[in-house]
């Protein structure tokens, strides 16, 4: 009985270290990356970097900005978001109010799940090959698309299980007050897990900013500010790659700096999904 007593709190001990020795490393891992990032890109980030577009010159160390890439990456990521939630939130309920944990319901769930894990620039190939298909040209309309499928299952997914957890007294109710199973969905389903749908679209936006790979074949690049859905358009990812690739000290400087304005970005995106969150979490039932 002592040995096993022993082992017990042997075995406890020693995952309690490694679960100490994970999160320092995780801690010290994303530390390191923020570092690198504040020191290399802090210096280089002025104001004229948000504000104004590549001048000519510009990755040769002259003058002008991002600007171009800012607005691209929100018109990307804005767009495929709105586009990913017409279809996912449909099939979010679909899959609690009518698939539920069935078989064709858990075949859904596994093949979101493959979709999520697959390489986004794998999306990016099936994207152009779509386009060279039906003669469409590299732009924002065929970024946004794109970036829409990357999104969608990361999205679905995310809602499913925000969904699943809504306690199900509360669904029998209204049931039982005479509701059909849509009247149930959309009046308090919805309303019920607003925080943790809303968290889920913002999930998919901030994964859906960084993204370069689906985007390079797709959105194409221009240091211009499209003013069309035809146009292509630049990303910061696709900046960052650009600038740092280039052999002057300047430029790479600034592609730091562009990393840092990415990373703020996502960093407001995920701060903004908590707060919206805990906001809207007053006004659901527990």
């Known amino acids: 009985m002592k040995k096993h007593w022993r082992r017990r709190h042997i075995v406890e001990a020693f995952f309690k270290g490694l ?15 923020l570092w690198t990032i504040l020191v ?17 010159g510009f990755y040769l160390g002259k003058g002008g900005g991002v600007l171009n890439a800012i607005l691209g990456s929100l018109y990307l990521a804005g767009g495929g978001t709105l586009l990913a939630l017409i279809f996912s939130l449909p099939i979010a309920l679909y899959l609690k109010t009518y698939l539920g944990d069935s078989n064709w319901g858990q075949y859904v769930r596994l093949s979101l799940d493959v979709l999520w894990g697959i390489p986004t620039i794998v999306y990016g190939v099936f994207g152009f090959t779509i386009m060279l298909a039906i003669g469409l040209r590299a732009s924002l309309l065929a970024g946004i698309v794109v970036l829409s499928l990357v999104e969608l299952p990361i999205m679905v997914r995310a809602m499913d299980e925000v969904i699943r957890r809504m306690p199900v007294d509360l669904e029998q109710a209204a049931l039982a007050l005479g509701s059909t199973k849509l009247e149930v969905a959309m009046r308090i389903v919805t309303r019920q897990m607003l925080p943790g749908i809303i968290t ?16 390079m074949f797709t959105a194409g690049y221009t240091d211009r500010i499209p ?22 000290p300047k430029v790479q400087q600034r592609g730091y700096a ?11 995106i995920s701060i903004g999904s908590r707060w919206i969150s805990a906001r809207l979490n007053k006004y659901t039932v527990k």
């Open 19 to 33: 679960m100490l020795v994970s999160f320092i490393v995780v801690a010290g891992a994303l530390g390191l990356i």
């Open 40 to 56: 290399k890109g802090l210096p280089a980030l002025t104001w004229d970097m948000v504000t104004q577009a590549p001048q000519g």
């Open 200 to 215: 889920a679209i913002l999930l998919a936006l901030g994964r859906g900013i960084g993204d370069a790979a689906s985007v």
């Open 227 to 248: 003013t069309s859905l035809m146009q292509p358009t630049a990303s910061l990812p696709l900046a960052v790659f650009f600038q740092l690739g280039t052999p002057y």
């Open 258 to 268: 562009s990393a840092l304005i990415l990373t703020i970005i996502v960093l407001i």
